[in-house]
């Protein structure tokens, strides 16, 4: 009891000093936006000269085009049925606008590797079938920004933190010209360091641990991968991401996703929707049920499952007999 208590008053006071650290880089800007006679932007400025982009961000919904959709598949959309039940229309398209086939441009054996875990994540073999997100680990930094939810971005004098609420999490971005960290530490959302070309954010982001997918069936990098993302923002409400991938293990040359996104609260696409800039909790942990239910049914001496991402040499039986 003394330890969760303890624990519990540790928390409590991490989350006070979260908000008031978000509540001194909310600072007031010094001057509102307008938008010239040439049609640039010109942004409010924190007191250290960034352009204060603060808020929610998210893609819109657009009719049930954008939002959910990619993050199931960045090089085709929604799934039919998965959109069916949503009630969205059923919408094809890619987030890949380089190469202009909207195709990842893989070696022949990670196409094979790709195509194998999307013809078997509907009904998965074992743990390694499962979407990474979907067994509670950390989106990786691309699918943090196109995937559902949106993000919420505050700064901070030499850094911009981005927020999700969808399993928690967060990335730090230094615009202070610190180096990256040594090349052999692997992170799940990566090492990033920004830089402000007039409004727009570039952010080159290394150290990327290799567990991340892109999406639900199995778009995936190794540890090698180097993102350059570019946040274009447009105007106080709108925001061009796009990021750049290079990986030599994995593609034949770097590739390039796009989204626009907007400023506001989990569907500023859709107008029935309001403003609704609440972020409300959405927990994934640890013992999630959905990984047995998954797997169940599958023959005991066939399915043998990795007890974690990182220690992918040690299996265990899952027990069941079929049925």
Partial sequence: MKTQTFWSIIVLASAGVFLSLATIGAAAPAAPSSTSAAGTWNPPRLPDGQPDVQGRWNAPDEGGKVNGDHNYNVEYGGEDAHSKLQGRNIYHSSIVVDPADGKIPYQPWA???QQDIYLNHQDPRSITDIDPEGRCYPSGVTRMSYGPGG???VQFPGMIVMHKEYLHVFRIIYVDSRPH??????LWMGDSRGHWEDTTLVVDVTNQFHGTWFDVVGNFHSDDAH???RFHFLDTKTMKYEVTIDDPKVY????????MMARGGMNPGNPQAGNQDEVWEDSCHEGNKFLDLAL???PAAGVTAPRDMLTRGKTESRGRSAK
């Fill in 181 to 186: 960290i040594a090349s052999n530490i692997k």
């Fill in 111 to 113: 196409r094979a590797r």
């Fill in 252 to 259: 034949t040359r770097p590739w390039t996703m796009s989204v």
């Fill in 227 to 229: 993102s350059v993302e």
């Fill in 151 to 153: 993000f919420t971005m």
């Fill in 296 to 298: 169940q049914g599958k």
